[in-house]
Nanobody, 118 residues
Framework: VQLQASGGGMVQAGGSLRLSCSASGGPNRITGMAWFRQGLGKERERVATITTGGTADYMESVKGRFTISRDNANNTLYLQMNSLEPEDTGVYYC?????????????WGQGTQVTVSS
């Protein structure tokens, strides 16, 4: 499974962006999906996760501002980001857990840059 993230860009504080992550290839089945981010000089942190059934979880600082969703039929993951803050700046990565029924695997997308100016 390959992941391709898109939708990053530069916005002013208070603005919005929507990230997309398209999964392709197979034959493993995708289970959990997530968005991570890494700011300059910072460790990578998990922003939001979503199960196959749609149960979502968020890091504290983005609750109420970000919404993760997925389209299982089209193997696409989204992250709607509203009320963006300069602290949200970083490279955003999508990730997925896949399984062949016996083992699980982690897959990462290439990252998309989000820059929020004050």
């Amino acid at each position: 499974v390959q992941l391709q993230a898109s939708g990053g860009g530069m916005v002013q504080a208070g603005g919005s962006l929507r990230l997309s992550c398209s999964a392709s290839g197979g034959p493993n089945r995708i289970t959990g999906m997530a968005w991570f981010r890494q700011g300059l000089g910072k460790e990578r942190e998990r922003v939001a996760t979503i199960t196959t059934g749609g149960t979502a979880d968020y890091m504290e600082s983005v609750k109420g501002r970000f919404t993760i969703s997925r389209d299982n039929a089209n193997n696409t993951l989204y992250l709607q980001m509203n009320s963006l803050e300069p602290e949200d700046t970083g490279v955003y990565y999508c990730a997925a857990t896949t399984t062949d029924g016996a083992r699980t695997y982690a897959r990462w997308g290439q990252g998309t840059q989000v820059t929020v100016s004050s």
